[in-house]
Nanobody, 114 residues
Framework: VQLQASGGGLVQAGGSLRLSCIAS????????MAWYRQAPGKQREFVAL???????NYVDFVKGRFTISRDNAKNTVYLEMNSLKPEDTAVYSC?????????WGQGTLVTVSS
């Protein structure tokens, strides 16, 4: 199983980025997909989830700014991030879950300058 995240980079506060995560080795459409992030010196935290059925959940501090979506034909989950803040600086990783099995990919670094 591989989850390949991309799209990170350096952006100014107030800017936008779109992260992508391409999955292989799993039946993508039946997996719940999530984004997590880990800031320097902090624990990894949940950001957003989109289930196989399309239900969506966000952590409070990104509601209204981030949008998660998926394209099952492309085995890809996206995270559109707008109005970025310096505190959004972190390594963002995607996660695939189904029936207690969880897969992680390498992260992509997002740095937001003030």
């Amino acid at each position: 199983v591989q989850l390949q995240a991309s799209g990170g980079g350096l952006v100014q506060a107030g800017g936008s980025l779109r992260l992508s995560c391409i999955a292989s080795g799993i039946i993508f459409s039946i997996h719940d997909m999530a984004w997590y992030r880990q800031a320097p010196g902090k624990q990894r935290e949940f950001v957003a989830l989109i289930t196989s059925g399309g239900l969506i959940n966000y952590v409070d501090f990104v509601k209204g700014r981030f949008t998660i979506s998926r394209d099952n034909a492309k085995n890809t989950v996206y995270l559109e991030m707008n109005s970025l803040k310096p505190e959004d600086t972190a390594v963002y990783s995607c996660n695939a879950q189904r029936r207690g099995r969880s897969y992680w990919g390498q992260g992509t670094l997002v740095t937001v300058s003030s």
